[in-house]
């Protein structure tokens, strides 16, 4: 019988593209190729671009404007369009829609951070113990994130502010939305961990004499952090909405702080004569929204590719 | 199957007991004289401090309280609104209202998320599926307040395509407005569910013997693709259900719709606490409820849910 015979390449063959090891190049791991796919996307730049203005804004309002929100207003001027130095016109009250859509950037920003930040910790908490723990731990936090589930959380947002009606502040609205919002970031911790929990490394960390707390926060939750960072970027994005939600229903701050949510709510009995007044802040509004949204899916795809074509 | 129903609805106390509790612990244990703290700004008459104090049994120890309320909860008896109308006929009067508005947003909701999802699903990574992760992505973005306020500009004040408010004439067409845009605000998350799963089920086995047995495109596409992807998207809507109540609110609210979400819209532009705690009692106790059926619905439809 012949023998099969063998394509040997000869040595002065280059070797194809895929063959080829780039000893020179740094190792790859999962957030340098985030990082590198990111970079490919306009849209990552578009976002970022816009992420940056309104943090700015937040930040700096002054650079944007020199007049004051609130107390530069002039009755005369009500609902009257654009004019010189007042580019977006005025509101009912007269004051200077420019200026208090640019102040207004403040509260958004800091409550959607500090809401978001709230549900984070407990819902990081809450699902890493959960899902690393199991047993009564687990049956009892699960159960109670069955509740918090159950609750959509701007109507439990609602239930408290209008009970802490007195108390108004950016730290309690933050609470009443994160306190209630991280229920569905516990419950993908929880599965994260559970298919984590399994795999040799974590097993190797206690064999080493690692105590369980100290495996779960060295190792295990390290490893399964990449949905909650999704998530939470993500809702940022709810978050900025809730806060305008409430600002808008008169359970958010009171009228007296700068919120697009409350400049919407006021303009509103005008929406017939100065629309612009309301559609100022909307716009303000949904395009911040939509550049965390947009950054949030972004991150998402390019930490799990998978997740789009999944939907 | 019966064991799956006993199951669920089994898990489901829990939950009722707990969200129930929250609710009341928020109210009833902060700091302050609760009755006063609902009121805001305002002062209740004496008459009418006496009647909440009676009725949320504040004389008793918390847990009786509780105990109580739930007692009432249960017994149908959910407290009086500030007009002096029983919250349990406010309801009667205003969930039909509701239920017609969130039918036809689900309908419009459903229709167009389905029948976008499926071309962008069919068509991935060509122009119109980049155009409808653009609406998508918009869509999720705009909160439900501003795109009613557009709306009602736009459509019924500036080119009057539409009445700006509903009001007591609650017909089909006069509600069509609201519910298109309570539709636009749900839509983005079944269309795209509705995407993905198209993708997934074209590749599967079935959709390409259904080919190489030379069935056209026209009768694999609706026969087998879209049939076998509808399941996800029909769940899905339970988990919608929570949107819809907020956006129902609002859209409720501002459209001058008369049903459950403007009473507590009213509620809490007003700042009337004990309206509001009612209210949102009611909802979440159907939100559980409605969670319940679809689970159940669900093990209908896939029976390998009951033996999970």
Not at chain 1, 211 to 223: E, G, Q, R
Not at chain 1, 291 to 311: N, Q, S
Request: contains cysteine.
């Amino acid at each position: 019988m012949p023998k099969p015979e063998h394509y040997v390449a000869p040595f002065d063959e280059d070797a194809v593209e895929v063959d080829k090891i780039k000893l020179d190049e740094k190792p790859s791991n999962l957030w340098r190729d985030a990082w590198r796919s990111l970079r490919r996307r306009p849209l990552f730049y578009i976002s970022l671009a816009a992420v940056a203005v309104i943090v700015l804004m937040a930040l700096f309002p002054t650079l944007f404007t020199d007049v004051a929100p609130n107390d530069d207003c002039h009755l005369e001027f009500s609902n009257a369009g654009a004019t010189e130095g007042h580019p977006m016109g005025f509101t009912k009250r007269g004051c200077d829609v420019y200026a208090r859509v640019v102040w207004g950037a403040r509260t958004s920003l800091a409550v959607g951070l500090l809401a978001t930040l709230i549900s984070g910790v407990v819902g990081i908490i809450m699902g890493s113990l959960a899902g690393f723990y199991g047993g009564w731990v687990d049956s009892v936090l699960s159960r109670i994130g069955d509740i918090f589930f159950s609750i959509p959380y701007i109507l439990a947002a609602v239930v408290v502010m209008t009970t802490l009606s007195e108390y108004r502040s950016v730290w309690t609205l933050a609470f009443a939305i994160g306190g209630f919002a991280w229920a569905s970031l516990a419950r993908i911790l929880r599965s994260e961990i559970l298919r984590v929990k399994s795999g040799d490394f974590v097993m190797a960390s206690t064999a080493t004499g690692r105590t369980k707390f100290s495996t779960l926060i060295s190792h295990v939750l390290p490893n399964s952090i990449t949905p909650v960072i999704v998530y939470l970027t993500l809702s940022l994005g709810g978050a900025i909405v809730a806060e305008a939600t409430l600002s808008f229903l008169g359970v958010g701050l009171g009228s007296e702080v700068m919120s697009w949510g409350n400049d919407i709510s006021a303009a509103q009995t005008s929406i017939r004569t100065a629309p612009m007044t309301l559609i100022w802040p909307s716009i303000f509004l949904t395009t911040t929204v939509l550049a965390f949204i947009t950054l949030g899916e972004l991150v998402r795809d390019a930490l799990d590719p998978k997740a789009r074509a999944r939907g | 199957m019966l064991m799956y129903v006993v199951r669920r609805l089994l898990q489901a106390v829990p939950v009722v007991i707990g969200t129930t509790f929250l609710i009341y612990f928020m109210v009833f244990s902060m700091p302050g004289d609760p009755i006063l703290a609902m009121f805001g700004d305002k002062t209740p008459s004496p008459a009418l401090y006496d009647q909440l104090a009676a009725q949320y049994h504040l004389d008793q120890p918390f847990l009786v309280q509780y105990g109580l309320y739930m007692k009432d909860l249960f017994t149908g008896n959910l407290g009086t609104t500030f007009s002096g109308e029983s919250v349990g006929a406010v309801l009667s009067r205003t969930f039909p209202v509701t239920l017609k508005l969130a039918s036809m947003a689900i309908a419009i909701e459903f229709c167009v998320a389905v029948v976008l999802g499926l071309f962008a699903g069919l068509r991935k990574g060509k122009f119109f599926d980049n155009l409808t992760l653009v609406i998508g992505l918009i869509m999720l973005s705009v909160p439900i307040f501003v795109l009613c306020f557009l709306a009602q500009y736009f459509i019924a004040i500036k080119w009057g395509w539409a009445s700006p408010t509903v009001g007591a004439d609650t017909s089909f067409s006069n509600m069509l407005l609201p519910a298109i845009v309570l539709a636009a605000s749900l839509f983005t998350t079944s269309m795209r569910l509705m995407r993905g799963t198209v993708i997934d089920t074209r590749s599967r086995d079935f959709v390409r013997t259904a080919y190489a047995k030379g069935l056209p495109g026209r009768r694999v596409i609706p026969v087998h693709v879209l049939r076998n992807s509808l399941i996800p998207v029909v769940t899905n809507s339970a988990a919608n259900f929570g949107v819809l109540m907020v956006g129902a609110t609002v859209t409720e609210g501002i459209f001058n719709v008369p049903g459950v979400g403007n009473t507590l819209y009213q509620a809490i532009i007003r700042g009337e606490g004990p309206t509001v705690v009612s209210f949102v009692t009611v909802m979440v106790l159907a939100y559980v409820a409605i969670n319940i059926l679809v689970d159940l619905l669900y093990a209908v439809l896939d029976p390998r849910i009951r033996y999970a």
